[in-house]
């Protein structure tokens, strides 16, 4: 027996990690706005670079599945920037906590996906398996850059991943 996946837990799924890889994208560039010629910024430059891909990819679905995406894509670019760009403004420490606390809210997210795609999806869950291995590297990245070295770091990832669940439950819909 096939086990298939809803339409409208597909269209949630694609909806929201349409919408996250893109404040992903916005993150970084808020943190190379702020980082831009340290020695911080060929690793910035990379991780965004794969989210790039991610967001590409996902747009392809988007436009293929014919799936709405979310409303929020300008709250998102605007909130997306300023978080990159506050906590590098802070030091490179915290904005590899930003990338840590996210990357971390992230591989949760994708983990329940991976789970709950049914075999139909095979090609959607092999995408999401991959992109999910990037963030975790990108969280061993952040925190081989200090992350945890950056003073309120519990309370400042704390924020951090209420804010993405928030986003990310919000997204899904709207």
């Given amino acids: 027996m096939t086990e298939r996946t809803p ?3 597909l269209e949630r799924v694609i ?3 349409h919408a996250g890889e893109y404040g992903a994208k916005r993150i970084y560039q808020g943190q190379l706005a702020v980082l831009r010629g ?3 910024e060929p690793t910035i430059r990379h991780m965004q670079e794969q989210e790039q891909v991610h967001l590409d990819t996902f747009a392809r679905h988007i436009a293929k599945r014919r799936v709405r995406p979310t409303a929020l894509l300008p709250f998102w670019h605007v909130a997306g920037f300023v978080l990159g760009a506050a906590t590098a403004a802070m030091g490179s420490r915290a904005a590899m906590a930003c990338t840590v606390a996210v990357e971390e809210a992230i591989d949760e997210h994708y983990q329940a996906q991976e789970a709950n ?3 139909d999806e095979a090609e959607l869950k092999a995408e999401i398996a991959r992109f999910r291995a990037e963030e975790l590297e990108h969280r061993d990245i952040g925190i081989a850059n200090e992350a945890e070295l950056t003073p309120g770091y519990r309370a400042l990832s704390a924020a951090i991943k209420v804010g993405c ?6 997204s899904e819909r709207v």
């Fill in 7 to 9: 339409r409208r837990y």
């Fill in 15 to 17: 909806r929201v990690d």
């Fill in 38 to 40: 340290t020695k911080h």
């Fill in 117 to 119: 795609l049914g075999e």
């Fill in 165 to 170: 669940k928030v986003a990310i439950k919000i």
